[in-house]
């Protein structure tokens, strides 16, 4: 949806009880500078006090995307003040303002045949002008074939399994493969963790299954990979994320200990990438 600032009056926006003044927008528009904010479209009222200002302040902070507008209310659209002040003050700030527009560069009006509007909208330098045409046929700018790095980091269709998915870092990286767009398996050593994390995701629209497995044994990795493959035809993303750790000083760690910790974060490891492979 296109972003729009604040309206600066009532009458641009009725939700307003009360006119919003270019000196509260002005105040406003600084701090969302600050955070980086661009907007595809901006309302000024020319006959409102400081305009250029706020005018100024949306230009020169990069506040409007390129190709953005901004529609500047002249004092044609205020019928209810007194054609005298109109005449006066109001028309002296009006004018002043289309003297700006009209001044800078950055910018080109669009027709639109609405009694006391402007439109204006956001261009490229005309240094850049030229060689626009070549920037959009370049995959950085316009992303291969079209698509940008979001939709190209897209795992629709995708399968995916997550070995220790049961908690922790695996349970995230469930849910993020799965948002993504893949079906993922939660494998884990306590059946019950990969259920709850397997319910978490159906609870999200994402097809998933709950294993269970002790991957430093074979037969377990072998059954979990050929359960995957035999279910949804293959295994495209191995997510080998199981791993103990006894938490014990070095002189204290016993051989067992060493022996368990290894059969699980690297013979299992690599009795996953291997089974993965040959399926």
């Given amino acids: 949806m296109p972003r729009v600032t604040h309206s600066v009056t009532a009458a641009i926006n009725p939700a307003c009880p009360q006119p919003f003044t270019i000196d509260a927008a002005y105040a406003a ?44 209310q002249n004092v044609s659209a205020n019928e209810t003040r007194s054609q005298e002040h109109i005449n006066d003050e109001m028309g002296l700030r009006s004018q002043e303002m289309t003297d700006v527009i009209n001044a800078d560069t950055r910018v080109k009006q669009v027709a639109l045949p609405v009694e006391g509007i402007t439109v204006i909208k956001r261009s490229p330098p005309s240094h ?24 190209r980091l897209r795992l629709d269709g995708k399968v995916a399994y997550v070995t220790g998915g049961g908690q922790g870092i695996g349970r995230a990286f469930a849910h993020a493969l799965g948002e993504a767009g893949a079906k993922v398996a939660v494998v884990d050593l306590v059946l019950e963790k990969a259920e709850a994390v397997a ?10 299954v ?3 497995a002790d991957i430093s044994k ?11 493959v035999t279910n949804w035809g293959k295994i495209d993303i191995a997510c080998n994320n199981a791993g103990i750790n006894m938490n014990s000083a070095s002189e204290n760690t016993t051989l067992d200990e060493w022996d368990k910790t290894f059969d699980v974060n690297l013979r299992g490891l690599f009795m996953c990438c291997q089974v993965r492979v040959k399926n």
């Fill in 218 to 228: 074979e037969k377990d990795v072998k059954r979990v990979v050929d359960t995957i």
């Fill in 210 to 212: 709950a294993m269970t």
């Fill in 29 to 72: 528009s600084i701090k969302l500078a600050a955070s980086g904010e661009q907007y595809d479209m901006v309302f000024i009222d020319a006959t409102e006090e400081n305009p250029i200002n706020y005018y100024n302040l949306i230009m020169n902070s990069n506040m409007l995307k390129m190709d953005g507008v901004i529609c500047v």
């Fill in 128 to 151: 850049l002008a030229a060689t626009m045409k070549e920037i959009a046929a370049d995959d950085v700018f316009r992303g291969l074939n079209g698509r940008c790095i979001l939709d």
């Fill in 199 to 208: 319910h978490e995701l159906h609870l999200k629209g994402i097809q998933s």
